[in-house]
Every structure is written in structure tokens, then in C-alpha cells.
């Protein structure tokens, strides 16, 4: 009688490593995935960002258009924030206050990046990364700290 039960709780206790190992493994393999995917997605958006900038200083309208096209199709449409990147883009290519707007443009940028990768960080390191994500500081918060900071 020992022999069995000392046999079924061996099995038992195989099934559930094994299945623990194989849900780190595939838990393994999505996050290296997904942060390889969204490095890949940082570096086209920091890309995209300079041609933005020489093609505002080119005043070069059908450009920024083109790449206000090619961010719309890489931001979240339900995101405020990235929505005014969008804004922002299209400002650039009828504003006179270019310094102001490119500036505007490269700290919403800025603070996406920096959204995204603390949230790639958060996601790697936490099993149950949806329950408390980090918080995206929105360009209004980002000017106000820096004006308390001034």
C-alpha cells in the first residue's frame, strides 16, 4: 500500500511540474516575442520621428502628410495621447511656429517611447501583468512638472 500511494503522489506530483514547466516555457517565448516586436516598433517610431523633423524644416507638406499616415497606422486610434501626435503632425504642416509644434512633437514621442518601454520592463519581470500596469504620463502632466521644475 505505501508502494502506491508513494507511486501516485510521484505522478502527481510529475504531472504538475511538468505542466508548470511547460507554462514557463510558453510564458518564456511570448515575452521574447513580444519585446522583440515592440523594440522593432520603437526604433520605426524614433525613425519616423526624425523624417517628421527634417520634413517639417523642408517644408515639405506632402512628406509630413505621408508620415502622419504611416503614425496613424502605428499609434492607438483609442489613445488620446497618441491621437495628438496625430494632431500635432498635422499642425506641422501648416504651422508658422515650427520650433514650437516640433518641440510639442518630440516630447509626446519621447513620453510614448518611454510608456512602451516601461510597459515592455513591467510585462517581462510580472506573471499577471494585467492587473497593474504603468501609467502613461500624459503631455500635460509632462508640462506642468516641468514648469514646477523651471
Excluded at 47 to 62: C, F, L, P, R, T
Aim: aromatic fraction near 8%; hydrophobic fraction near 40%.
Amino acid at each position: 500500500m505505501d508502494f502506491t500511494v508513494f507511486f501516485s503522489s510521484s505522478v502527481v506530483g510529475g504531472l504538475i511540474a511538468g505542466f508548470i514547466a511547460l507554462r514557463t516555457l510558453e510564458r518564456n517565448i511570448q515575452i521574447e516575442n513580444i519585446t522583440q516586436e515592440r523594440a522593432k516598433w520603437r526604433e520605426k517610431i524614433r525613425i519616423k520621428s526624425v523624417e517628421v523633423h527634417q520634413a517639417s524644416m523642408a517644408y515639405n507638406k506632402d512628406k509630413l502628410s505621408q508620415l502622419r499616415l504611416e503614425f496613424s497606422l502605428n499609434l492607438n486610434p483609442f489613445e488620446i495621447e497618441d491621437s495628438s501626435i496625430l494632431s500635432v503632425i498635422a499642425d506641422l504642416q501648416d504651422s508658422k511656429d515650427r520650433g514650437t509644434k516640433l518641440a510639442e512633437f518630440s516630447d509626446r514621442v519621447a513620453l510614448l517611447l518611454k510608456h512602451d518601454w516601461e510597459r515592455a520592463k513591467y510585462e517581462a519581470k510580472h506573471f499577471n501583468c494585467h492587473l497593474c500596469p504603468p501609467e502613461r504620463i500624459t503631455y500635460a502632466k509632462h508640462k506642468a512638472t516641468i514648469g514646477q521644475i523651471s
